[in-house]
């Protein structure tokens, strides 16, 4: 199983769309979440932190169910400018912090 | 604000040959990391430093691999003989405290092997 999964996508929603992504992590001992955004060959920005109580940041929900080892964010009202790749970030249970990618799911929002 | 920079933004190289990919940290962060991103891939981890020595490194980060803070500014990466598989984006990336989560990240070295 792979450490991080995301579905890659691509995700083609209209402008003013809700669209939701899903990630799921391997390592039950992870403390810390995140999804990243990631523009063509650059690189990855910090989108928000996901805590287990869910957080909301803007147009931005993200939720996390440790339970069943599982990430969301869901954005509302899609902008153009929301087309990227969001990639769910984990960080591995060492002390190092050293952080753990998935693939990245691809969004494009069209007019 | 305060931000990590990366030089070169693109280094093209001849297979065998060494490079040296250069950070400047944000000042006042005591952890610093490389992670590269092949094409199309995922971002993966290489190695971490923290107070002037390697805390964790990769099976990726071999012993063609090093990494240097010679003079407390800059955080360097060094490649003593290119393979056309380290062809990737390098990414830099340092963070304040062992507590702290978020990591900064640099813009970049896109390193080309031919």
């Known amino acids: 199983r792979k450490e991080v999964e995301q579905d890659p996508g691509p995700f083609n929603v209209p402008e003013g769309a809700t669209v939701a992504f899903n990630c799921t992590y391997s390592?039950?001992?992870?403390?810390?979440f995140f999804w990243y955004r990631q523009d063509c060959r650059k690189e990855p920005k910090l989108l928000m932190s996901?805590?287990?109580s869910g957080n909301e940041d803007g147009r931005f929900t993200a939720q996390l169910n440790r339970a069943s080892q599982y990430i969301s964010l869901l954005i509302r009202d899609s902008k153009l400018s929301d087309s990227a790749t969001y990639l769910c970030?984990?960080?591995?249970?060492?002390?190092?912090?050293?952080?753990?990618f998935g693939q990245g799911t691809t969004l494009q929002v069209k007019p | 604000e305060p931000e990590v920079t990366q030089t070169p933004s693109h280094q093209v190289t001849q297979m065998g040959q060494e490079v040296i990919l250069r950070c400047v940290p944000i000042s006042n962060h005591l952890y610093f990391y490389w992670y590269r991103q092949i094409l199309g891939q995922k971002v993966e981890f290489l190695v971490s430093?923290?107070?002037?020595?390697?805390?964790?490194k990769s099976e990726i980060f071999d012993d063609q691999f090093s990494v240097e803070r010679p003079d407390g500014s800059n955080f360097t990466l060094k490649i003593r003989s290119t393979k056309l598989e380290d062809s990737a984006m390098y990414f830099c990336a340092s963070k304040t405290s062992y507590s702290t989560d978020t990591q900064y990240f640099g813009p970049g070295t896109r390193l080309t092997v031919l």
């Open positions: 390592n039950s001992a992870s403390q810390s």
């Open positions: 996901v805590y287990s």
């Open positions: 970030v984990v960080n591995a249970p060492s002390n190092t912090g050293k952080l753990i």
């Open positions: 430093f923290y107070n002037n020595e390697i805390s964790e």
